[in-house]
């Protein structure tokens, strides 16, 4: 719901996302004109924060008083090319396998991954089953 209305008010398409336990990965197109990536994830935030404390959940506090729920920073990185947009959306896709959630991109059901298969645009079984992941996106290896 907290992205549903962040759109409502400041629209972004999603390209691809995938929700894991302790962060998430988005990727948007936001309009030409705008460039306030800031802006809608503090919107995100606050709405999805604001729920659970509403109904009495408690959500643990920093010593500034801010919410200790969500990190305050968000890696942005602009998109180059085609090529670039790939390899970020198949990163997306595969982050559950990455980290060691699930063997298979589709065993993850919080994942833009399954809008595509609908599509046609991805074969279910895309990535196959990996147990030890091969693929390259790119990312610095620690």
Not at 112 to 137: I, Q, T
């Amino acid at each position: 719901m907290a992205f549903c209305v962040a759109r409502q008010e400041r629209p972004f398409a999603i390209e691809a996302i995938v929700i894991l336990p302790e962060h998430l990965h988005a990727i948007w197109t936001l309009p030409s004109d705008d460039s306030d990536f800031s802006g809608r994830w503090r919107r995100i935030k606050a709405y999805f924060t604001h729920r659970p404390v509403a109904s009495g959940v408690p959500v643990k506090h920093h010593r500034n008083g801010e919410y200790a729920l969500w990190q305050r920073r968000f890696w942005e990185h602009t998109v180059r090319n085609q090529a670039d947009f790939e390899r970020h959306v198949d990163d997306v896709r595969f982050n559950p396998v990455k980290h060691g959630l699930v063997t298979r991109v589709g065993e993850w059901p919080y994942s833009s991954f399954h809008l595509y298969v609908r599509r046609g645009v991805l074969p279910a079984d895309w990535a196959g089953d990996v147990s030890e992941p091969k693929m390259d996106f790119g990312e610095p290896k620690s």
